[in-house]
């Protein structure tokens, strides 16, 4: 089945180390996103790619950063994670064009900063 | 700008009776409306969306939603809610049809009590 896959589900890391989360989609979608999501909360759009087009939201840190070296990759890299980054990550793809199509989730990484 | 509202945090119901799920919205032109369930540890799964046309939409597992335009309202529904249906619900909407982003509300709880 088409997917959108996020490695690992689980990531821990220390205070200040660096981490990268990955996903992957089988979708051949042109959008591909990051959000952080804590507790429950609404998913915070960090980020999103429209084909190589990088396109960062006003209030991502400068810590988040994001690579997609092609279609179907694209990486959430933080340099130096700090507690308050410890959320779920979700990355999402979208289809390009009208209709309003919907954006499809991978399950996400749970990231624990020590 | 647009914006979504779900006035209520928490929402419980018992099983077998009719459940819904509020969300009201605010866009400058012609709203596209999305639900999406997410279940405890996992990603965000679509359940419906409205574009245009018919105001009642049939979506995944028994859901639908009703649009309203006078009402600004899009409100999730079923007729018998299944303990199962218990996860996080996000009302999203989006301001034009071939735009990239989605806005969350902040999601409401639905507890489905045996």
């Known amino acids: 089945d088409a997917m959108v896959i996020q490695n690992p589900r689980y990531q821990v890391t220390q205070f200040g180390k660096p981490v990268t989360l990955s996903c992957s989609q089988t979708?051949?979608?042109?959008?591909m996103y990051w959000y952080q999501q804590k507790s429950s909360q609404a998913p915070k759009l960090l980020f999103h790619y429209y084909d190589k087009d990088f396109n960062n939201e006003a209030d991502t840190p400068d810590n988040f950063q994001s690579r997609r070296p092609n279609t179907s990759f694209c990486f959430l890299d933080i340099r130096s994670p700090g507690l308050g980054d410890a959320a779920m990550y979700l990355c999402a793809t979208q289809t390009r064009g009208g209709g309003a199509p919907e954006q499809f989730f991978g399950p996400g990484t749970r990231l624990t900063v020590l | 700008a647009q914006s979504v509202a779900q006035p209520e945090d928490q929402v419980n119901v018992a099983e077998g009776n009719p459940l819904t799920v509020k969300c009201t919205y605010s866009?400058?032109?012609?709203?596209?409306l999305f639900w999406y369930v997410q279940y405890p540890n996992r990603g965000l799964q679509f359940l419906l969306k409205y574009i245009t046309g018919d105001n009642l939409v049939k979506g995944s597992y028994g859901f639908e939603a009703e649009f309203n335009k006078s009402q600004t309202s899009f409100h999730l529904k079923k007729p018998s809610a299944l303990v199962s249906d218990s996860a996080l619900y996000f009302c999203a909407v989006r301001d034009w049809a071939g735009a990239n982003n989605l806005f969350f509300g902040t999601g409401t709880r639905l507890t489905v009590i045996p």
């Open positions: 866009v400058s032109g012609n709203p596209y």
């Open positions: 979708l051949n979608h042109n959008v």
